[in-house]
């Protein structure tokens, strides 16, 4: 059996961690085993390595190193959660995956994107999701919003607006597995129209787990 990966991207402070937990809890009210994840950090290994990625202590970082620190973030977590996760049959809700190494390693730090991409491809041995939801919003009204930002979210307006225009052209080239929503939306409205997309893809999740078999 095999489950389903869906995913969240956007800028920082849009919203995305909100939008899994929600999507994770009413997949689990419908009977449907959800695995909640996210990357940088969601293995042991992982967080040495997101403590290295996002700590502003680590100060300035080779951006070819910090790609690279990327992927092999991807590469064990894909191995240690996100595939034996789906050979269980589960819905796995990830909070980043390779989009947004593409927009911040890539468009962000201006390195050569097929380049980059490649590296991801091969980290994640080409596992593509089922269902990327982008979660759009001006850098300057999230982002710019964050009271202690990390290395990252540090990295300042161009580098987020070039990140920005990346994941949306990375949703046009393939509309078909992609969700764009406005991030300013409410978070409900926001949950409404993903779990409608993810309930079209998992048709048996049509009734919640307290009347199944009834």
């Not at 390779?98 to 590296?119: H, K, P, T, W």
């Not at 982002?143 to 046009?172: K, N």
């Not at 991030?183 to 009347?211: F, G, N, T």
Request: hydrophobic fraction near 45%; charge should be neutral; proline fraction near 6%.
């Amino acid at each position: 059996m095999t489950g389903r990966f869906v995913v969240f991207e956007g800028g920082d402070g849009v919203g995305k961690s909100t939008q899994c937990r929600l999507l994770a809890a009413w997949a689990r009210t419908h009977g449907v085993p959800a695995r909640l994840t996210f990357e940088p950090g969601d293995t042991a290994t992982g967080r040495q390595i997101r403590q290295i990625l996002l700590d502003p202590a680590t100060g300035d970082l080779d951006a070819r190193a910090e790609a690279l620190l990327y992927a092999a973030d991807k590469a064990h977590h894909l191995h240690e959660v996100v595939r034996p996760a789906l050979a269980r049959g589960e819905l796995v809700v990830c909070d980043r995956y390779v989009d947004s190494m593409l927009a911040y390693q890539g468009a962000g730090r201006v390195l050569n994107l097929a380049e980059v991409s490649e590296i991801a491809r091969w980290a994640t041995v080409g596992l593509v999701p089922d269902l990327t939801v982008l979660l759009d919003l001006e850098p300057e009204r999230a982002v710019g919003t964050i009271a202690e930002p990390d290395r990252l979210e540090s990295a300042g307006a161009d580098f987020h607006q070039r990140a920005r225009a990346l994941f949306l052209e990375l949703a046009a080239q393939a509309p078909q597995r992609y969700l764009v929503l406005p991030a300013r939306r409410p978070a409900k409205w926001i949950a409404d129209q993903v779990q409608a997309r993810v309930a079209a893809m998992l048709p048996k999740m049509s009734e919640p787990a307290d009347r199944i078999g009834s």
